[in-house]
């Protein structure tokens, strides 16, 4: 049921576009994005809820596909800052209420 | 006041003490959350409060024993852990819990614990 994130790692030059995958093999109810950064907490970037849907700020962007099976986080011209572990979340539902789970995450590492 | 306090930041324990890591949240949110996080690994949940009352329970063995005294405070009371419980164990809120919460959830920085 987790959800699985391609690809697991990537490293980029800074100004150098990424392209982050979220699947499931089952239609998500939601799609949360979160980078945690070394030994810091998770930190919210966006949420997505419904099928077709793209949302975005700054260079930071994400969309859902029409089966909300896949999610993607598109990051444009990177730069240090966006180094960190990516997660994509996701609520399932469990015994007549939901829990939220992650992820397996993608490390990003970018490069002066 | 938009952060998660978690306290202590580090913490090193033997196999046979009894500590306590505290989480404290202002933000007026009403579930929070205990996630565990070992290195290089996605968070795991442990424990879902909702309005203070424990919702999920994440089949975490009963050495960890979790606390809300009341909606801005969230404790989880340890005892005989082993070392592989070794992590680092984030505390997370949220407005609410379940589907369309639009904000996502606020995490802490976390509490590294250490069995030895």
């Known amino acids: 049921q987790q959800p699985v994130q391609s690809p697991q790692a990537v490293i980029l030059r800074e100004g150098e576009d990424a392209v982050i995958n979220c699947s499931s093999s089952k239609a998500l109810y939601s799609v949360h994005w979160y980078r945690q950064k070394h030994g810091e907490a998770p930190v919210f970037l966006m949420i997505?809820?419904?099928?077709?849907e793209q949302k975005g700020h700054d260079k930071i962007s994400a969309s859902f596909n029409e089966k909300k099976q896949q999610s993607s986080l598109y990051l444009t011209a990177s730069q240090l800052s966006y180094s960190g572990t990516y997660f994509c979340g996701t609520e399932i539902p469990t015994s007549g209420t939901y829990k939220y789970i992650f992820g397996t995450g993608t490390r990003l590492k970018v490069l002066a | 006041d938009t952060e998660v306090t978690q306290t202590p930041k580090h913490l090193v324990m033997g196999m046979t003490n009894k500590k306590s890591l505290k989480c404290e949240q202002h933000?007026?949110?009403?579930?929070m959350y205990w996630y565990k996080q070992k290195a290089k690994k996605p968070p795991e949940l442990m424990f879902v409060?909702?309005?203070?009352?424990?919702?999920i329970n994440e089949s975490v063995p009963s050495r960890f024993s979790p606390e809300c005294p009341n909606s801005s405070l969230l404790n989880l009371h340890l005892h005989a852990l082993q070392p592989e419980d070794s992590a680092l164990y984030l505390c997370?809120?949220?407005?609410?819990?379940?589907?369309?919460?639009?904000?996502?959830?606020?995490f802490g920085s976390g509490t590294r614990l250490t069995v030895v």
């Open positions: 997370a809120s949220s407005q609410g819990w379940g589907v369309r919460d639009y904000y996502g959830y606020t």
């Open positions: 997505l809820l419904k099928g077709g």
């Open positions: 933000m007026g949110h009403r579930a």
């Open positions: 409060y909702s309005y203070e009352k424990l919702s």
